[in-house]
């Protein structure tokens, strides 16, 4: 192995480790978001049903 190769793999380590905090964090994000909506939604049916019956 070159030392280019090495500095190269170095460089991508280095860009895999700065995005996956980045890319887990909007993961959580999206996930809470989806949740939230999830959460509402349930709701909401379960009270029209109780409000019919």
Known sequence: LSTSTISDLTGMFNLQFTLTPLMLRIGILIG??????????????SSKKLSVF
Do not use: A, M, R
């Not at 999830?38 to 049916?45: D, P, S």
């Open 32 to 45: 809470g978001v989806c949740l939230v909506v999830l959460q509402y939604f349930v709701t909401k049916i």
